[in-house]
């Protein structure tokens, strides 16, 4: 008798510890995951969708979507007579919508004030963006 009151006990208690730790662990699961998550939206956020390049001229900044290198000339004035407003440089992604991620696509300026190197940083892959006032002289178009 006194063996099987111990054998109840001892099962009894290895039940209940081992539910308790399993619940904790779940517990633990479910909080780490909610910090994972919540540390990827800060990340997400810390890097901009859009980022404005200034050109050398003094009233034309460039406007890049770093998710998908799409590419907006943007003029301001401060006269009532002068342009102001965003010619599309590049309307098209360049990369399909399940590859975009933010900070993707950055412009470097070069020597030629018109120019700038747009680069694809994950994988390497360079454009010349040239914009201008004249729709003409407005491109984007691969490096190979």
Do not use: A, C
Not at 45 to 66: A, C, E, G
Not at 89 to 97: T, V
């Amino acid at each position: 008798m006194k063996n099987f009151i111990l054998i109840y006990f001892l099962t009894l208690t290895f039940i209940h510890t081992y539910g308790q730790t399993e619940q904790d662990s779940i517990i633990t699961i479910q909080k780490t995951e909610k910090q994972v998550e919540k540390q990827t939206k800060i990340q997400q956020l810390s890097v901009p969708i859009y980022k404005l390049f200034p050109t050398t001229n003094y009233w034309t900044f460039l406007k890049l979507d770093t998710r998908n290198g799409k590419i907006w000339q943007v003029h301001f004035t401060i006269s009532k007579d002068g342009y102001e407003g965003e010619l599309i440089l590049n309307s098209s992604s360049l990369i399909w919508d399940d590859k975009e991620i933010n900070g993707r696509f950055t412009l470097y300026p070069t020597e030629n004030m018109y120019n700038f190197i747009l680069l694809d940083q994950l994988n390497g892959t360079t454009y010349q963006v040239q914009w201008n006032n004249d729709e003409n002289k407005r491109f984007v178009s691969r490096i190979y």
